[in-house]
T-cell receptor, first 115, second 111 residues
Framework: NAGVTQTPKFQVLKTGQSMTLQCAQD?????MSWYRQDPGMGLRLIHY???????DQGEVPNGYNVSRSTTEDFPLRLLSAAPSQTSVYFC??????????????FGEGSRLTVL | GQQLNQSPQSMFIQEGEDVSMNCTSS?????WLWYKQDPGEGPVLLIA?????ELTSNGRLTAQFGITRKDSFLNISASIPSDVGIYFC???????????FGTGTQLKVEL
């Protein structure tokens, strides 16, 4: 049981390049999300998905696209990378327990540098 | 949007000391969570709180869901070197899945 797996762990891009951060979970979680972590700003929600075929914007969605074609995968696409997108990106998923929304499980993170 | 104020931002403590940190919100939450992040890793859930006034322990960690539902506290007793890291509070309002995270408390332990 791998949990939440993110690839790549490190990436350097030039301004204007595009790339996809991969996220996969093997826990059959319905809810998946992407956060970015910047110094002094905590974790901010980029996009999220409550199930296959359904996505929605979070707090800071500009410059990012997502899709959810399967329950397991939730890739994050940077369309045209900018230095402001230099950050550590975390994918996270949630299971449901009874009437409560369960706990958020995080991947190990992907550190992105845009030059 | 909702904001969580987490304090202190950072702290140095002596090994063996007790630690307290807290989060306050501008609005009511129905869930409070506390996460710890080790360097180079993703946050890991420490404690989840679902009811106002709830007090929950996990080993040397104790967290409380404030009666006003606008705050939460985390205490660590008898700190050890492996307690170093960043501690995040997170809150959820309403019935949705979205969490609001605090800015983190960085804990450093002096031997």
């Amino acid at each position: 049981n791998a949990g939440v797996t993110q690839t790549p762990k490190f990436q350097v891009l030039k301004t204007g390049q595009s790339m996809t951060l991969q996220c996969a979970q093997d826990m059959n979680h319905e809810y998946m999300s992407w956060y970015r972590q910047d110094p002094g700003m905590g974790l901010r929600l980029i996009h999220y998905s409550v199930g296959a075929g359904i996505t929605d914007q979070g707090e800071v969605p500009n410059g990012y696209n997502v899709s959810r074609s399967t329950t397991e995968d939730f890739p994050l696409r940077l369309l045209s990378a900018a230095p402001s997108q230099t950050s550590v990106y975390f994918c996270a998923s949630i299971r449901r327990q009874g009437g409560y929304t369960g706990e958020l499980f995080f991947g190990e993170g992907s550190r992105l540098t845009v030059l | 949007g909702q904001q969580l104020n987490q304090s202190p931002q950072s702290m140095f403590i002596q090994e063996g000391e007790d630690v307290s940190m807290n989060c306050t919100s501008s609005s009511i939450f129905n869930t409070w969570l506390w996460y710890k992040q080790d360097p180079g890793e993703g946050p890991v859930l420490l404690i989840a709180l679902y009811k106002a006034g709830e007090l929950t322990s996990n080993g040397r960690l104790t967290a409380q869901f404030g009666i006003t539902r606008k705050d939460s506290f985390l205490n660590i007793s008898a700190s050890i070197p492996s307690d170093v890291g960043i501690y995040f509070c997170a809150g959820r309002a309403g019935g949705g899945n979205k969490l609001t995270f605090g800015t983190g408390t960085q804990l450093k332990v002096e031997l």
